[in-house]
Structures are given as C-alpha cells and as structure tokens.
C-alpha cells in the first residue's frame, strides 16, 4: 500500500503520524497537521501504521481510522494496537492520541476495547476539526 510523506526543510520538527484508510481524507489531515508545524506521515492499512510507528518512534502526535484498512467494517484492533502501544506516553501527556470513526458502532466498540472515551473522535463532530486545528 501506499504510504505517503511531506518532508519540512526545518529540523526540530514535531511529528505526527496519521493512520487514514480514504486518500482525500488523509490529505486534509495532512495539510492540517503541516499548518500546525508538524512533519506528518500518513498510513492507508495497520502494516505501513506499524512501520511508521516503528521509524518515527519520537511523533507526539497520532491520529488514526479506528478500524484502519477495513472502512465500514466493525473491528477496532488497529486503533487498539497503536494505543496500547504508546499508552503509557499517552498518561504522561507526552503524546497526543486521537481514533477517529464515523460509525457509532465502531466507537462504541472501541470505547468497550480500552480505549478511553477523550481518545476517540466521531469525524462528523466539530471536535474532529478542533482537533485538526489545534484546539484539543
């Protein structure tokens, strides 16, 4: 799958790494996320959401599909996986974490798994583009 990145010219840069089944999607989740002065990658499945994860081990900020590579299925592991995986950096506040959905199934779902309620965003709620601006 495609994986695709916005390199800045700065160093120092914040990082972010977003997990975005729907290409235009990621795009406008990029684009925001480089207006706020993050360096920003985008996954389209939960295999390139791993690697990037894995090569950008220092992003402190992660948005992602909840149910990542499967759209319109009900299956939350993908979101799960990443929050778990950097939970303990997510309590200290050194992370910021955001599963996003529109289905209120897979939100509840994904409540239910573990994932704390402030950690999960409906993508037609104003919140959703709080978030993107920087107004968590």
Same mark, same amino acid.
């Given at each position: 799958?495609?994986?695709?990145?916005?390199?800045?010219?700065?160093?120092?840069?914040?990082?972010?790494?977003?997990?975005?089944?729907?290409?235009?999607?990621?795009?406008?989740?990029?684009?925001?996320?480089?207006?706020?002065?993050?360096?920003?990658?985008?996954?389209?499945?939960?295999?390139?959401?791993?690697?990037?994860?894995?090569?950008?081990?220092?992003?402190?900020?992660?948005?992602?599909?909840?149910?990542? %590579?499967?759209? =319109?299925? *009900?299956? /939350?592991?993908?979101?799960?996986?990443?929050?778990?995986?950097? +939970? @303990?950096? $997510?309590?200290?506040?050194?992370?910021?974490?955001? %599963?996003?959905? =529109?289905? *209120?199934? /897979?939100?509840?779902?994904?409540?239910?798994?573990?994932?704390? +309620? @402030?950690? $999960?965003?409906?993508?037609?709620?104003?919140?959703?583009?709080?978030?993107?601006?920087?107004?968590?």
């Amino acid at each position: 799958m495609v994986v695709f990145l916005r390199k800045m010219n700065a160093e120092n840069k914040k990082t972010a790494i977003a997990g975005i089944h729907d290409h235009d999607i990621g795009e406008i989740v990029i684009r925001a996320l480089e207006r706020r002065g993050y360096e920003a990658t985008c996954a389209v499945n939960m295999e390139d959401m791993r690697k990037e994860m894995d090569s950008n081990p220092n992003s402190s900020f992660y948005i992602m599909d909840i149910n990542l %590579g499967m759209p =319109g299925e *009900p299956f /939350v592991e993908p979101a799960l996986e990443a929050y778990n995986r950097i +939970k @303990e950096s $997510i309590e200290k506040g050194e992370v910021k974490f955001y %599963g996003i959905s =529109g289905s *209120p199934q /897979v939100i509840n779902m994904a409540i239910k798994s573990g994932i704390p +309620k @402030e950690h $999960i965003i409906n993508k037609g709620d104003d919140r959703f583009f709080d978030v993107l601006r920087g107004r968590e």
